[in-house]
């Protein structure tokens, strides 16, 4: 071999160590990136990045939804420690409501998708596969949790409005409205909502079609709008809606009876009947189908979800993914004590809400 061949090899060898080297620098350089943007919660860079990985990814999308993981398991083991509320008692809904969950909407529910798909990209095989099921089981519960959120905050404003009670009776109206409403969209009459005698269904309208001038996708569920008014010269009447009255919207299940309270946009009514332009409604969040999300059958959805995937995370042994899977346990058992959650079971558990 000629010497001039010799120092061609010598120099490439050289430089594809050097280049070798690089590239090491390189990936360890953008994975600190990806965590610190974690850290600083500049989610949309770390799900661009190049270099994240799909728990990484999952991560920021959770976070995107507006959550905190560490905010969540500290509030679910928060329930089954806390020293004034037997475990699965249902006043452990306004922890939940307040203190784990703030402003929901569709694009909430979107980013909670896109997280628990890319936990489930984590094959069985993978270390880490434990680990992204403990994160599917949170992002389920969070799912859960916040169906129920999006019925109860009227305002919008990621808030329960915990001092509105016109009957006195301990329970937010807006909870007892709502839990008026599912009972009702189970053909249930409004004299039999709970509690008696201060629920009031003030409008009724059937089959109706609703545009949301935002989208230009045409619905054609039928949908059922009601209106519900809480009465009472109870508590702190100031801070309640005026004239304190509440709307739902319901989709028919082809019966002239039974209809599904679907989860709705927070906030001010955005979509109105097709037929009449000035009558609004909360617009109903819509599944990757383009259906209306009914509200108890999701919320049982996601929480059997998450419970099965912190029973092959708890296989790990560890005493934190215990404490959270046994809150998930007690939210099921309270509001689904039967095992199917149902509309009068949902009514129920909002209707008991701080109790």
């Not at 270099?51 to 928060?78: E, H, P, W």
């Not at 990621?158 to 409205?177: E, H, K, M, Q, R």
């Not at 998450?306 to 296989?315: Q, R, V, Y």
Request: hydrophobic letters at 35%.
């Amino acid at each position: 071999m000629n010497k001039l061949w010799t120092y061609v090899l010598l120099a490439a060898g050289f430089s594809a160590l050097f280049v070798g080297c690089s590239d090491k620098s390189s990936n360890e350089a953008c994975q600190h990136e990806v965590t610190m943007n974690l850290d600083k919660g500049n989610f949309d860079a770390v799900i661009a990045s190049g270099c994240a990985d799909t728990m990484q990814r999952g991560a920021a999308y959770f976070g995107k939804a507006g959550f905190d993981v560490t905010n969540v398991i500290n509030n679910l083991s928060k329930t089954t420690s806390n020293s004034g509320t037997s475990a699965g008692s249902s006043s452990e809904l306004s922890i939940y409501m307040t203190a784990l969950l703030g402003k929901v909407n569709e694009t909430t529910f979107a980013n909670l998708g896109l997280s628990k798909a890319e936990y489930n990209d984590i094959p069985a095989t993978s270390s880490f596969y434990k680990d992204a099921q403990f994160y599917v089981g949170i992002v389920d519960t969070v799912r859960g949790l916040s169906l129920i959120k999006s019925l109860v905050d009227v305002l919008g404003d990621g808030t329960v409005n915990s001092s509105c009670d016109a009957n006195n009776n301990a329970t937010p109206d807006s909870l007892d409205a709502a839990g008026c409403a599912m009972l009702i969209g189970s053909g249930y009459p409004v004299s039999q909502c709970i509690p008696t005698g201060t629920m009031t269904m003030v409008s009724n309208k059937l089959n109706m079609t609703l545009t949301n001038p935002a989208s230009s996708t045409a619905d054609t569920h039928l949908y059922r709008g009601i209106t519900i008014k809480s009465s009472g010269t109870g508590t702190n009447i100031s801070t309640c809606p005026d004239p304190n009255q509440y709307q739902y919207l319901l989709v028919s299940q082809g019966t002239t009876t039974f209809y599904s309270v679907i989860t709705t946009a927070s906030g001010t009514p955005q979509c109105y009947e097709s037929a009449v332009s000035s009558a609004t409604w909360p617009c109903p969040i819509l599944d990757e189908s383009g259906n209306p999300i009914e509200l108890a059958y999701a919320f049982g959805e996601s929480i059997t979800a998450a419970i099965g995937s912190m029973n092959i995370s708890l296989s790990s042994g560890a005493t934190a993914t215990n404490d959270v899977s046994q809150s998930i346990i007690d939210i099921m058992n309270t509001a689904c004590p039967s095992g199917t959650c149902t509309q009068p079971a949902i009514a129920n558990y909002l209707q008991t809400y701080n109790k």
